[in-house]
């Protein structure tokens, strides 16, 4: 069963603006990660946040967790085409479980 | 340093017959997961490894297993393969195990007919 939830499940956007999109879990966590899936191809890694931090940046994303809402989100700013794809978060146990993605965001970039 | 290898890319299989994927992770990680990606379900967790004992296992039938090899190479098997089953199979390797960040090969494409 799916840990993660994103929302929304499909989003179009212009070129240039910016895109965000959430992820809600269910139990405490170690950390949250975001992937990004090209159609039909494997998953590339794009950040990961502890669960002690709050925000964190690299390129053109910014994550932010909230552990007390049990939600993070992913911003994407000045979209390009290239940004077209499935956005992925995945929860990251404590222990030893396994790592759980959820259902993913259909992110379209309109050129 | 080369990515996560899985071979074969694209695999066309009868029903009833056995399958077998190959992954080949990144060099010094122990750690292997395999995932099930189809539309309605999607990433579905099947197992990882870690030198070469299973860790984790998923919701999935015994017909689906695995293994790991002394270098870390692991190979799945789904037996008596059923419509069902066709899917993109994803393998990830860790250096972290599931606490970390996992690299994706480019998963095999199982088409049952």
């Known amino acids: 069963s799916q840990q993660g939830e994103e929302d929304p499940q499909a989003l179009s956007i212009q070129e240039g603006e910016n895109a965000t999109m959430n992820c809600s879990y269910k139990?405490?966590?170690?950390?949250l990660q975001w992937y990004r899936q090209n159609s039909g191809r494997g998953l590339v890694h794009l950040i990961l946040i502890r669960s002690n931090e709050r925000e964190k940046h690299s390129g053109r994303l910014r994550v932010t967790l909230d552990t007390s809402k049990k939600s993070s989100s992913l911003l994407i700013t000045a979209s390009r085409a290239a940004d077209t794809a499935s956005y992925f978060c995945?929860?990251?146990?404590?222990?030893?479980?396994?790592?759980?993605f959820g259902t993913g965001t259909r992110l379209t970039i309109i050129p | 340093k080369a990515g996560v290898t899985q071979t074969p890319r694209y695999l066309i299989k009868t029903r009833g017959q056995q399958v077998t994927l190959s992954c080949s992770p990144i060099s010094g990680h122990r750690s292997v997961s395999w995932y099930q990606q189809t539309p309605g379900q999607g990433l579905q967790f099947l197992f990882e490894?870690?030198?070469?004992?299973?860790?984790n296992k998923g919701n999935f039938p015994g017909r689906f297993s695995g293994r790991q090899f002394s270098n870390s190479r692991s190979e799945m098997n789904v037996s008596t393969l059923e419509l069902g089953d066709s899917a993109l199979y994803l393998c990830?390797?860790?250096?972290?195990?599931?606490?970390?960040?996992?690299?994706f090969g480019q998963g095999t494409r199982l088409t049952v007919v």
């Open positions: 490894y870690f030198s070469e004992t299973q860790r």
């Open positions: 139990t405490s966590i170690n950390n």
């Open positions: 990830a390797s860790s250096s972290e195990g599931p606490r970390g960040e996992a690299f």
């Open positions: 995945a929860t990251g146990p404590f222990g030893n479980e396994k790592l759980t």
